[in-house]
């Protein structure tokens, strides 16, 4: 409670909980103004040893103890049920030249790993080469959210560049921090 003042009484709370007016483009230009970090997430299709991945900006930490990550996955995605069948994946956060793989990542229907180096994490997923950091986990849970899956991770191995500066995601546009 905020010192002086009340809580207000829940008597408006919904009837219906998730019906909603908001209109999607409206809730995507809001959340906009929100400043996020850009990940690859990758992992080896279990059936081919092939690497596949794709492009998360919900990337989050959970818990410390014990070591928990999480990311969003859109329902729709082709690469997400290949993936989440493999034993270790890896959430790949791009440095601030690393836009084109960004968009790569989140490009259908195209080899997305077609060009770029990588190498293997300590528990065999795809490290993207020049990332500012890396966190390799297996998926401890995943929870049905809306049209998106939140998926955990449970932290194996994490390494990251002292001096490396992530690509950001602004208002529909990439950038960096400035100092």
């Known amino acids: 409670m905020i010192a002086g003042r009340r809580r207000p009484e829940r008597e408006d709370r919904l009837v219906n909980p998730s019906a909603s007016t908001v209109e999607p483009d409206h809730f995507r230009h809001v959340l906009g103004h929100f400043a996020t970090g850009v990940t690859a997430v990758t992992a080896l299709d279990p059936a081919s040893n092939r690497p596949v991945g794709l492009t998360v900006n919900s990337f989050a930490s959970v818990s410390l103890r014990p070591p928990l ?7 729709g995605s082709g690469s997400w049920p290949i993936m989440r069948t493999a034993d270790r994946l890896c959430v790949n956060i791009l440095g601030v030249e ?14 997305r790993f077609r060009g770029l180096d990588w190498e293997l994490s300590p528990g065999g997923a795809p ?3 020049g990332v500012v950091a890396w966190v ?34 602004l208002r529909g546009r990439y950038g960096r921090f400035a100092h």
Not at 69 to 75: A, K, Q, W, Y
């Open 127 to 129: 490290v993207l080469a």
């Open 98 to 111: 690393q836009q084109a793989v960004c968009e790569r990542m989140a490009t259908a229907r195209v080899d």
């Open 136 to 169: 390799e986990g297996a998926v401890e849970a995943e929870h049905d959210a809306g049209d998106h899956v939140i998926v955990v991770l449970r932290v194996h191995h994490l390494h990251g560049r002292p001096d490396g500066q992530p690509l950001l995601f």
């Open 69 to 75: 990550v999480s990311f969003c996955v859109g329902r």
